[in-house]
């Protein structure tokens, strides 16, 4: 069964070092996004606390008590308003069982519960298997866009309705 735990502080040891076994277990994704293949602790930390700055929540996918994703959004980018999932990763090992689309369907329910009706994300230009997973799951590309790294991005967004 998947199940998201939220994650009360996401700069604690212990969330960061489930954090990285889950972020390293996918370097090419990290390459994509932060250009290094394997994060620190500090990085992870330092990530975090912008994050958290901007009042992003986090989640941890669960399944049978085991720690395999993250998932971290915004209920309302600060920027734009508009609510925004700003990551969503599982572990290497859990890749392509369908864990991700039952993950996504349980984040779009607690969406909804927090009267989030719309929701947006960024996709690196070189990601083809997040773009498809993104499209087959009911998200459309709106615009392409740079990132808070800096990097080009497709943005795609859905109604939750």
């Known amino acids: 069964m998947i199940i998201l735990e939220a994650v009360p502080d996401p700069i604690s040891a212990d969330s960061v070092e489930l954090q990285a076994a889950i972020l390293n277990s996918q370097p090419a994704f990290n390459l994509m996004v932060l250009h290094q293949e394997l994060l620190t602790p500090e990085d992870i930390r330092e990530e975090n606390r912008q994050n958290l700055e901007m009042g992003e929540k986090m989640l941890f996918i669960k399944e049978n008590g085991q720690y395999i994703g993250i998932i971290t959004y915004l ?18 090992g859990y890749a392509g069982q369908g864990i991700g689309s039952i993950a996504l369907n349980a984040l779009e329910r607690r969406l909804l519960q927090e009267d989030v009706t ?25 615009k392409t866009a740079k990132d808070q790294h800096g990097n080009h991005v497709d943005v795609y967004e859905k109604l939750l309705v």
């Open 75 to 92: 209920p309302s980018n600060p920027s734009d308003k508009h609510s925004w999932i700003g990551l969503f990763i599982v572990h290497h």
């Open 118 to 142: 719309q929701v947006r994300l960024a996709v690196q230009l070189e990601n083809r298997i997040g773009a498809s997973f993104w499209n087959k799951n009911g998200y459309a590309f709106i």
